[in-house]
């Protein structure tokens, strides 16, 4: 890849493993409550609260641009049981949170941080490009441990602009003041991510993690890893 100045990549999925972590954080939380809940499977209420998110409430609040609260999607996993109590759900919202927040770190890719450090040793910068409240996705990166290892971080947010909108890449490729081939962009999300970047002209890297598919009719990736500690092959091609 010739004269590549800088690989970026997308966080939730691609540099930490945010469904681990989460699944991780029920599987220590939702004990504590199962004597509130008429059900005595931990396995089965956490099936129940991740089908909430995709229930039509959540889908109210991905068309309004506003993520569902941690509260609210306790609230709901409560109402789904007839069990519907505004003080019992805030309790276990914090309670996630804070267990939530101790074990962020261990979610961490374990070839990221290495990856990124190869990456500005062979003179690339290195950068995420991330949806959500900037100050929110700025204490992510400090809590995971990820902001001294990053030369750029672009916030949807501040842009105006949310994954895969191709103005939010061409606004990335702007501010390297590269054309699209100097740019290689990494993410796990074939619509958010793969999309995105190749209606921008970008090469891509599709990493694929678990059983995932790449769907019909959708741009196909430049490249496809399994492992982070790939892209330093690519980057040098």
């Not at 690339?124 to 900037?134: A, E, F, I, K, Y």
Request: proline share 5%; with cysteine.
């Amino acid at each position: 890849m010739s004269e590549l100045k800088a690989v970026f990549f997308d966080v939730k999925g691609t540099l930490w493993d945010k469904d681990a972590c989460d699944r991780q954080a029920l599987e220590i939380v939702l004990p504590r409550y199962m004597e509130r809940l008429p059900e005595d499977d931990v396995t089965a209420v956490i099936r129940r609260y991740n089908a909430v998110l995709l229930s039509l409430p959540e889908k109210r609040h991905l068309r309004e641009r506003r993520p569902m609260s941690r509260t609210h999607r306790f609230q709901a996993l409560l109402d789904s049981y007839d069990a519907r109590s505004e003080k019992l759900a805030r309790e276990m919202a914090r309670t996630y949170d804070t267990t939530r927040r101790l074990t962020m770190r261990q979610f961490v890719r374990r070839d990221a941080v290495p990856v990124l450090s190869a990456l500005r040793k062979q003179g690339l910068q290195t950068g995420v490009l991330m949806d959500g409240s900037p100050a929110v996705q700025r204490h992510l990166l400090e809590t995971l441990g990820l902001a001294p290892h990053l030369d750029h971080c672009v916030m949807a947010e501040v842009e105006g602009f949310r994954k895969p909108d191709v103005r939010l890449f061409r606004r990335t490729l702007k501010m390297l003041d590269a054309e699209a081939e100097q740019m290689l962009y990494v993410g796990d999300s074939p619509l958010t991510d793969i999309l995105g970047a190749a209606r921008a002209g970008i090469p891509t890297v599709w990493f694929q993690s678990g059983y995932r598919r790449m769907p019909r009719n959708f741009p196909a990736p430049d490249f496809t890893v399994r492992r982070l500690s790939d892209i330093l092959s690519i980057a040098e091609i």
